[in-house]
């Protein structure tokens, strides 16, 4: 009797063990760009109060071929990309705990990018994304491609170019591409598409553009409810849209200036409205209505803070971004207003993750910064010098493991309460 008590105790411990192993790994994962919500926001063990060298842990650190893309994280594995020898380009799954390589998937596909935008590299720009099963990849030459997330396999692949007779785009495929039931959507072939996910079937093609230097989609779209719709929000290099998920008609539009059409960054979501920022030009914050069936959008503030390639995290009614002159700052999304700026200048791109009233951020220069949300003035309480390698990925933050894709390796580290 008494051993089958300690057996059947045994039994159980070990399975509650696995099974809270399992839900724990299973919410800290970091399946997409920008995180589990696509907006920089974790939920999560609350973040150390302060952040040193000794509690910063370096788990594994593997070198590889350079990239722009993000990392995902599955339960178990950490999949980045890689573009070799410029060009062939490379999908990669490392072992979440140890950094050993699982799997790796190929093809040829890279792209050189225009002559004025060369000194940043012609790598691989979209970050993947993860459904639980399947792996989606979008090559620079206007390829989506699926995977399996278990062995690597090819599972389907749809040329954009080929099936729309769409032109290349100058600066390659650099839309993240984002899942959301049986669908996947992304901007490709000079258009939003949306595909059945296990299939790759284009489902429908909305917002047409011409393609090239200047059609080429820079941002990512996120899918929010706005005046009481669930929809698409989709921001291309001149015009800001939402779409209606089943369809593809667009509910409404509005024109959104910017230099070059350098409309970047990741629309910010914010009730019922949208806010966005241009390189060289200006910040917007867009209400949306709706009459019965009808659709109108209507442009609340103009501000003069201009961003450029990084997107804001939205704190408390304030937008916290780094902006075209290198600087950090807070804008009240009220009003429009800046309530401060940094007063030195930064590297040119920072990847941000905000939990509570507080932001991790990654530098292009390869520092880690941990700062407190306070619309008062700039309140950094750390910075970490994480080596001398560029660091133009998005980071991932998952419980207490952040990853950080390096222009040419990819570290792994844990973080705990410094002493």
Known sequence: MNHRYFLIAGIVFFLTSRMSDAQDKGDAIWPQWRGPTRDGRVAGPVWPERLTRDSLELMWRVPLDPSYSGPIVTRDS?????????????????????????????????????????????????????????????????????????????LWRTDFVEEFKAPLPDFGSVSSPLIDGDAVYVQAGASTVKLDKKSGKVLWRTLPDKGGMMGSAFSSPVIATLAGKRQLVVQGRAKLAGVNLESGDVLWSREVPAFRGMNILTPLVVGDAIFTSSYGNKSRLYAISRDEDRFAVAETWTGKSQAYMSSPVLIDGHAYMHLQNQRFACIDLKTGQPTWSSDTPFGKYWSMVAQGDRILALDQRGELFLIRANPKSFDSIVSLKLGDAETWAHLAVCGDEIFVRELNALAAYRWRQAR
Request: net charge positive; proline share 3%; aromatic share 10%.
């Open 78 to 154: 950490v999949i980045t990309t890689a573009t070799k020898n410029k060009e062939t380009e490379i999908v990669l799954s490392l072992d979440r705990t140890s950094g050993k390589e699982r799997w790796r998937a190929q093809w040829k596909g890279a792209l050189t990018v225009p002559f004025f935008a060369a000194a940043n590299g012609s790598w691989i720009r979209s970050t993947p994304a993860f459904d639980g099963e399947r792996i989606y990849v979008a090559g620079m030459r206007d390829v989506l491609v699926c995977l399996d997330a278990g062995s690597g396999k090819e």
